[in-house]
């Protein structure tokens, strides 16, 4: 029973909790420790750049949606999400595409998915496309109230991808990557 799965990876059920996500991530970067050139220059461009942006997007955030920031997404309102969804998950076969790699799959907001596919830096799409990306899904699955929050939370995704490329600068995830033989977070989708 499809019900009984999980919440996805990073899973956002709340504008609030799309919000803390992002503010985790920055502050997660804020704490760069190493001294080298470029962690400073990263530590530099994290405060007086994605820092005061992300303030300018929170409270934009908190001005149009006063008293929705808390308010749950309602279970039917969800759907089952790939997570790390991008093209380095599809194949092409035979006409069809076939989707991989789920290990971080689950009940999900749709706002996320329409916001992560526009985001995701490996193969960049148009915001045409985005668009259209989103508007057939959303008329697929009914999901126009998704559509408008997605293009509310754009802003905010862009800054979430902006720190997951800067992943690189934190020891861990440098070490994480390393052991796994990947040399960037571009391959790693969370």
Same mark, same amino acid.
Not at 50 to 71: G, K
Not at 136 to 151: G, Y
Not at 169 to 181: E, I, L, N, V
């Given at each position: *029973?499809?019900?009984? #799965?999980?919440?996805?990876?990073?899973? /956002?059920?709340? #504008?609030?909790?799309?919000? *803390?996500?992002?503010?985790?991530?920055?502050?997660? #970067?804020?704490?760069? +420790?190493?001294?080298?050139?470029?962690?400073?220059?990263?530590? =530099?461009?994290?405060?007086?750049?994605? &820092?005061?942006?992300?303030?300018?997007? =929170?409270?934009?955030?908190?001005? =149009?949606?006063?008293?929705?920031?808390?308010? $749950?997404?309602?279970?039917?309102?969800?759907?089952?999400?790939?997570?790390?969804?991008?093209?380095?998950? &599809?194949?092409?076969?035979?006409?069809?595409?076939?989707?991989?790699?789920?290990?971080?799959?689950?009940?999900? *907001?749709?706002?996320?998915?329409? /916001?992560?596919?526009?985001?995701?830096?490996?193969?960049?799409?148009?915001?045409?496309?985005?668009?259209?990306?989103?508007? &057939?899904?959303?008329? +697929? #699955? +009914?999901?126009?109230?998704?559509?408008?929050?997605?293009?509310?939370?754009?802003?905010?995704?862009?800054?979430?991808?902006? /720190?997951? $490329?800067?992943?690189?600068?934190?020891?861990?995830?440098?070490?994480?990557?390393?052991?796994?033989?990947?040399?960037?977070?571009?391959?790693?989708?969370?």
């Amino acid at each position: *029973d499809a019900w009984q #799965l999980p919440p996805a990876s990073e899973a /956002c059920f709340s #504008l609030k909790e799309h919000v *803390d996500r992002v503010a985790k991530r920055l502050d997660s #970067l804020r704490k760069i +420790e190493r001294k080298s050139p470029e962690h400073v220059k990263t530590r =530099r461009f994290v405060t007086e750049t994605l &820092i005061p942006a992300f303030q300018r997007v =929170r409270e934009t955030l908190q001005t =149009r949606f006063p008293y929705n920031l808390h308010q $749950i997404l309602s279970p039917v309102d969800r759907i089952l999400s790939p997570s790390d969804f991008g093209f380095q998950n &599809i194949l092409m076969e035979k006409g069809r595409l076939q989707f991989l790699d789920f290990e971080y799959a689950g009940w999900d *907001d749709p706002a996320k998915l329409f /916001c992560d596919f526009a985001c995701q830096p490996q193969f960049p799409i148009s915001t045409k496309q985005a668009q259209k990306f989103r508007l &057939i899904v959303a008329n +697929e #699955l +009914e999901l126009e109230d998704s559509c408008h929050q997605a293009e509310q939370l754009l802003q905010l995704y862009r800054l979430k991808w902006c /720190c997951i $490329i800067l992943n690189d600068f934190r020891s861990m995830d440098r070490q994480r990557r390393k052991h796994a033989g990947q040399h960037s977070s571009l391959h790693f989708g969370q």
